[in-house]
């Protein structure tokens, strides 16, 4: 039982750690130079929140989500009446909670990749229902039909896609690396390697 506690301990230490992390990279947004929304500001801090899912779960990256969220409107505050965090929570988990769903299925490489293509679909077809119908009206802004196409074409869909793969493409470096040192975890990337070296 005692050991059982010490692992959930760590387990919960971990996962505050990542959302500590995940709030100094929303620090460090950028927007994409050639599309015409500034206000489309790409940032890392699902990475963690990535990691933390494929090592321990979907639900845990949805706790970094909502964790690092929470944590930027303490230290920060909101500068757009909460649509900016909320937006971003959703977005997050869109892309994070399929990935992982998918791969702790059956631990390995291809179901990592597996899952995070299907998270990129996912954080697509998310953003687009959840700006049009929700978010850009609860941020006042008012647009015509041919706006929002133009607005989810040339902006959503291209800012969504970039942003999947750079932190896919990030997380699986860098996961890859330090699953077992840090999350103690095998990540599995390795196992076709692995059962061939055996057969040798």
Known sequence: ???????????????????AIAVVLMY????????????????????????????FGPMAGVVIEL????LILIVKGTGTGFVGEIANFIV??????PAAWVYHRNKSKKTALLGMLLGTLCIEIVGIIANV?????AYGMKMATDEIINY???????FNGIKAIMVCSLTYVLYKK????????????????????KSI
Do not use: H
């Open 1 to 19: 039982m005692n050991n059982q506690q010490n692992k959930n301990l760590n387990k919960f230490i971990k996962i505050s750690l990542l959302g």
């Open 28 to 55: 460090f947004d950028f927007p994409i130079p050639f599309l015409p929304f500034p206000w489309l500001k790409i940032d890392l801090s699902d990475i963690p929140a990535l990691m933390g899912a494929f090592a």
């Open 67 to 70: 964790l690092k969220n929470l």
């Open 92 to 97: 997050g988990i869109s892309l994070v909670a």
């Open 133 to 137: 119908y929700f978010l850009v009206p």
């Open 152 to 158: 989810v074409t040339i902006g959503l869909v291209p």
């Open 178 to 197: 330090v699953s077992l040192a840090i999350f103690k975890v095998d990540s599995n990337f390795d196992r076709v390697e692995k059962r061939k070296l």
